[in-house]
């Protein structure tokens, strides 16, 4: 008889990556829309920017978990239910009576960049809910991913403080991905300087050319990412859609992605983070190895574009 194959541990060190955010509905409107034009209709997708990074870093084989909350409703059951058929731990996500699960209604101009506006309590009473269990949450994890949508309230903000400091007192890697949305800051001003912020304290940010220059008010990728780096982080990852990605700090490497037939950008940088999140965990952390990394992020941020929905 042949032995039984044993169990396989996962890569990386086995620990969970968390990612400190939301989960919502978008409700698309699945089709490019003309200024001023209605949009008639809308369907429902799985989504909230660490949702997509957290089922990114599922789908990549490693173990992933959303630390946030949802709403007791038919919409927050069916998100955490889609969560965990994606093999991303739900143990941290808080189940919440009397608060309404977040919904984005998300449409597309002409040039087939998004539109959000969300609609709820937004995200405050969902981070609230997660100090019961904040540090054991993070304790239990080898890195932290984080973004700037949760440093728009005082709530939600007071709570990605609070995760960033236990991780970096437990000497994990903080992973930032801004994923600036204008309509959620009152202006660029808040936005930059709350980016900032998360910026100085990460070890490692992802973001995309508009984002860097929001930030540094540079242009030039290559030229932003390593002001980026002046900032504190260790690497700087900067994307440029269908162009080519760029690298500083730990090391400054290059990757063309290949070009693919995109229905929708939405959740493709998401999908990038968690690429790179779980890469760099196969390489132990090991951030002058990023180049090895940049063909999997491309691939996974590729995997969303044939569809509206961001996962």
Known sequence: MEPEPQP??????????????EAIVDLICERNLAEGEAPGSFVPWA????????????????????VGGVGADGWGSRL???????????????????????????????????????????????MAATSGFLERAITASQALVVGSNTMVGET??????QAIG????????????????PNR?????????????????????KLNRSEAELITGIREPLEAARALVGLGPQLVVVTDGEGEVVTAGAAEARH???????????????????????????????LSRVGEVLPEAATAAASVCGRWGAQ
């Open 256 to 286: 063309q992605p290949q070009v693919v037939e995109t229905v929708s950008p939405l959740g493709a940088g998401d999908a990038f983070m968690g690429g790179l999140a779980a890469g760099l965990a196969r390489l132990g952390w090991d």
């Open 156 to 161: 939600e903000r007071e709570v990605t403080r």
């Open 166 to 181: 236990l991780a970096r007192a437990a000497g994990l890697p903080v992973l930032l991905d801004p994923n600036h949305r």
């Open 80 to 126: 955490a239910r889609g969560l965990e058929e994606e093999g991303v731990s739900t143990e941290w996500l808080a189940i919440l009576e009397g608060v309404d699960t977040p919904v984005a209604l998300v449409e597309f101009g002409p040039d087939n960049e998004p539109f959000f506006q969300v609609y709820g309590e937004h995200i405050g009473p969902t």
């Open 47 to 66: 989504g909230g920017a660490l949702a997509n990074v957290a089922v990114a870093v599922a789908r990549s084989g490693l173990p992933a978990a959303l």
């Open 8 to 21: 396989q541990e996962p890569p990386g060190d086995g620990r969970t990556i968390a990612c400190l955010g």
């Open 185 to 205: 800051w009152r202006g660029d001003d808040p936005a930059r300087e709350r980016s900032r912020e998360l910026v100085a304290a990460a070890t490692v940010v």
